[in-house]
């Protein structure tokens, strides 16, 4: 079942609250690129993305996008002071030497030992992985934000992921429409609920086994 606007940017301003002043961070295609709107000038971010920016801004307004100007997904964007642009090795130079402090992705599965699934659904034609599996590895952080369940009810958030893997134990933090989840070593934490579901609800949408924080919040 997909997401509305409304819920989709509220996952998005969710994840903002995670990036700190100064970081170099990477956003994924969908949810992930509705991040860039949320995050203050001030704190010096500087956005990176797999075509070649780093210091992409918010999402333009319309009628004034720039065509020669997209994110990897295609998508128009803005630069900040201090942008710069280069060829594709060395955005993946980036990520591959471990500079990003951070990477935001988008995914089809999360088990709850943190193993990713978000490139390819077997018998589906696809472009190809992108930079997902080098993201995925390189990033000293890596949060996932989806829909909760599938388009049939399932969760996807599993005990293993049914899809091919992008990365090993390479989820951090998922955040959903339902709940904000942090992936430690021992498992999942639920640390967060987002209003208006209850714990009964996320228990019942999730496959995989968690454990409730002893701080768990009400995200209003």
Known sequence: MGLGAETRRRIAKRAAQEITEG???NLGIGIPTLVADYLKPELGVMLHTENGILGMGPS???????G????????????????????SATAFGIIRKGYLDMTIL???EVSEEGDI???IVPGKRVPGMGGAIDLAQKAKKVIVLMNHTNKDG???????????LTVQ???HMIITEMAVFQVNEDGLELIEI????????IENATEATFKVSRTLTINS
């Open 106 to 108: 988008g995914a089809l």
């Open 194 to 201: 987002m209003h208006p579901y209850t714990l009964d609800e």
């Open 68 to 87: 020669h100007l997209s994110n990897a997904g295609g998508y128009p964007v803005t630069l900040i002071p201090g942008a710069s642009y280069f060829d």
């Open 169 to 171: 134990k390479g989820a």
């Open 23 to 25: 970081m170099i961070v």
């Open 117 to 119: 699934a978000n490139w």
């Open 154 to 164: 399932g969760s996807k958030i599993v005990h293993q992921c049914r899809l091919p």
């Open 60 to 66: 333009p307004d319309e009628g004034t996008e720039d």
